[in-house]
């Protein structure tokens, strides 16, 4: 059974920074390609970043482009989101997926 675990969201002010982390079981990462969500109230889910299984390429969303990097730590099984330079409107709750499994979120809340 696939089960994802996102951790690392919190309160952060303008300009913080936070890693969120998606730790994998049932699935090895290696295999799958991963890819970052987030849905902010009263909006609809947009996509954040992926990260490939072949050959570990990354994108991302324009609007995190810079200042987002997803990474994945084969030892762990799990997948990384570095945040940088956080705004306001990151605030979201983030989710990492594999097809149609998402795991329970994590909120990320940028406010002075």
């Known amino acids: 059974q696939v089960q994802l675990v996102e951790s690392g969201g919190g309160l952060v002010q303008p300009g913080g920074s936070l890693r969120l982390s998606c730790a994998a079981s049932?699935?090895?990462?290696?295999?799958?390609?991963i890819a970052w969500f987030r849905q902010a109230p009263g909006k609809g889910p947009e996509g954040v970043s992926s990260?490939?299984?072949?050959?570990?390429?990354?994108a991302y969303a324009d609007s995190v482009k810079g200042r987002f990097t997803i990474s994945r730590d084969k030892a762990t099984n799990t997948v990384y989101l570095e945040m940088h330079s956080l705004k306001p409107e990151d605030t979201a709750v983030y989710y990492c997926?594999?097809?149609?499994?998402w795991g329970q979120g994590t909120q990320v809340t940028v406010a002075s």
């Open positions: 049932g699935i090895d990462l290696k295999y799958y390609a």
């Open positions: 997926t594999y097809r149609q499994y």
């Open positions: 990260i490939s299984s072949s050959d570990g390429s990354t």
